[in-house]
């Protein structure tokens, strides 16, 4: 399979590595699912600072400024009052630390929903202030009018649906998405209202397997899953949570890291050799010349 690259004039300065500054492109992102197949998953974790972005780049198609940044960096309670500035300053912090994954950024919850105009005004401030290349909204057949309105207007979306923790209010909590019948069907109609809307990918979320399956079988463009299935067009985590930063993650996340555990390690050496005077030690320390 080949891929499409684009010159990304955005790092070209920023970005301390010789590797040519070329990137991932939307278009080539959506045309991985052909006729409704996928012969290479599409790979996404979440990235919020430019450092994280530049080890995270080379492994992934897609780097996700996710306004999960509300409680995984800013210990927020909910994503619910993560502010567009915060959004754009993440943003463009991503965009600096990668050159190959296509950036998409979160509308933060308040940004989008009055109006296709609202939305339109608030993401293009996302893609200009960020040099992002598209922007992810959550909701479903609701949103559609909006991503129509969007994609028509030159800025790429990617929808997000079955839990949208956006609606924690709403919803009641965090729990898995489309147990009853009804409530299914809705998610695989909004997966489908999205994909007509021209969204050029969707998330989703938190959801039992038969939904997600249904969901990919049944729109053109890729679906995300976190939480849905292995069948999904490709796979998103928090990269907080598969590095295990956090004790207490969902169900489906895979940890393949414990960081958490080297961190306190690591802080708990330095305090001891600060505490007994042995840091800095003569590795560390500045020696008058002689002579
Ligand atoms: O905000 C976020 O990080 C997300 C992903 C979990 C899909 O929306």
Same mark, same amino acid.
């Given at each position: !399979? ?17 590797? #040519? ?5 939307? #278009? ?15 790979? !996404? ?40 500035? !915060? ?19 979160? !509308? #933060? ?10 939305? =339109? ?27 129509? =309105? ?15 923790? *956006? ?32 969204? =050029? ?14 969901a990919t079988k049944a729109i053109a463009c890729p679906t995300i899953g976190i939480g849905g299935s292995a069948q999904c067009d490709g796979q998103v985590l928090v990269t907080e949570d598969m590095c295990g930063l956090f004790e207490r993650v969902p169900r489906f996340v895979k940890r393949y890291a414990n960081l958490a555990e080297e961190i306190e390690t690591a ?11 042995? =840091? ?6 500045? *020696?008058?010349?002689?002579?």
């Open positions: !399979m080949s891929t499409t690259f684009q010159l990304d004039t955005a790092t070209s300065r920023a970005h301390p590595t010789p590797a #040519p500054m070329k990137r991932l492109t939307i #278009p080539a992102i959506r045309a991985r699912k052909d006729d409704g197949v996928t012969t290479e998953p599409i790979v !996404m974790l979440t990235a919020y600072t430019a450092r994280q972005a530049q080890l995270l780049d080379a492994h992934c198609d897609l780097l996700l400024v996710g306004d999960s940044l509300g409680q995984v960096i800013y210990g927020l309670s909910s994503s619910v009052p993560v502010t567009l500035e !915060m959004m754009i300053n993440h943003g463009a912090a991503v965009v600096r630390g990668s050159y190959h994954a296509a950036v998409v950024v979160d !509308m #933060p919850f308040g940004t989008y929903e009055q109006s296709p105009e609202q939305a =339109f005004a608030n993401a293009a401030r996302l893609l200009k202030e960020t040099g992002c290349a598209a922007v992810k909204l959550e909701g479903g057949e609701a949103m559609a009018e909006t991503v129509a =309105f969007l994609t028509q207007r030159g800025i790429p979306v990617m929808g997000h649906v079955g839990l949208t923790p *956006q609606a924690v209010n709403v919803l009641g909590g965090y729990n898995a998405r489309g147990r009853s019948d009804a409530e299914a069907q809705k998610i695989v109609d909004d997966a489908k209202a999205l994909d007509a809307a021209g969204a =050029f990918a969707v998330v989703i979320e938190g959801v039992v397997e038969p939904i997600a399956i249904a802080a708990a050496t330095y305090a001891s050799e600060v505490r007994a005077r042995s =840091f800095p030690g003569p590795e560390q320390t500045y *020696q008058p010349r002689k002579g």
